[in-house]
């Protein structure tokens, strides 16, 4: 009954190799997200989907490019890897609409990338 | 001006002790406070959340208290346990598109038995 599921959990590649994650939620949210987490741990917003349409896109290099397919599903493809793109990636969601105090946002349990 | 600055960045208290995290913001127009709780491997989960038009939120054993003025709100843990110990994060939000939170920098607590 996970409510934010992402794959992989770990994701080790070279750099210049180009890789996905997937997530899936069954909450019923309208709006996904990619947050990336560094490794001081800080948290950032990186895109936001609502309804398969982007909402929000951070300053990300092109290299990182969402897909949405339906509104319970964001995945994200990253190519031609850099080293500075290890992280832990995190999706999310929630309702877009209605009050912020009642539509809290839900995170998968990360994605942590490695690039050698 | 969209930065929320959270401190101490690390944090050791006893077992029933109560650890306080601390942050500050600028942006007047961030109307949603948000702290979330995260465990090592695991995401990001809400623990407790605040609006600016009250000055304390009381959840458990966790606390908000907010003050508008000086742009500062902070969590309070009572009677802190071992299970506590976790990496805590303040953020904030700016209207109805609660997902676009501006995270703080995170404090890692430990609560020792």
């Known amino acids: 009954d996970t409510a934010v599921s992402q794959t992989p959990k770990y994701l080790v590649t070279q750099m210049g190799n180009d890789k996905s994650i997937k997530c899936e939620q069954n909450l019923g949210h309208d709006t996904m997200y990619w947050y990336k987490q560094d490794s001081k741990k800080f948290l950032k917003i990186m895109f936001s989907y609502n309804n398969k349409e982007l909402i929000i896109n951070e300053t990300v290099p092109n290299r990182f490019s969402p897909k949405s397919p339906d509104k319970a599903h964001l995945n994200l493809h990253i190519n031609s890897l850099e080293l500075g793109d290890s992280a832990v990636y995190f999706c999310?969601?929630?309702?877009?609409?209605?009050?912020?105090?009642?539509?809290?946002?839900?995170f998968g349990n990360g994605t942590r990338l490695t690039v050698t | 001006q969209q930065q929320v600055k959270q401190s101490p960045q690390s944090l050791i208290v006893q077992k029933g002790g109560i650890p306080i995290i601390n942050c500050a913001y600028e942006n007047t127009a961030f109307d949603y406070f948000p702290w979330y709780q995260q465990f090592p491997g695991k995401g990001p989960a809400l623990l407790i959340a605040?609006?600016?038009?009250?000055s304390e939120k009381k959840e458990g054993r966790f606390t908000i208290s907010f003050n508008k003025s000086a742009k500062q709100f902070s969590l309070h843990i009572m009677d802190s346990q071992p299970g506590d110990s976790a990496t805590y994060f303040c953020?904030?939000?700016?209207?109805?598109?609660?997902?676009?939170?501006?995270f703080g920098q995170g404090t890692t607590l430990q609560v020792k038995p």
């Open positions: 605040i609006r600016p038009d009250v």
């Open positions: 999310a969601s929630s309702h877009r609409e209605g009050s912020s105090y009642n539509s809290p946002l839900h």
């Open positions: 953020a904030a939000s700016i209207g109805r598109n609660t997902g676009k939170l501006i």
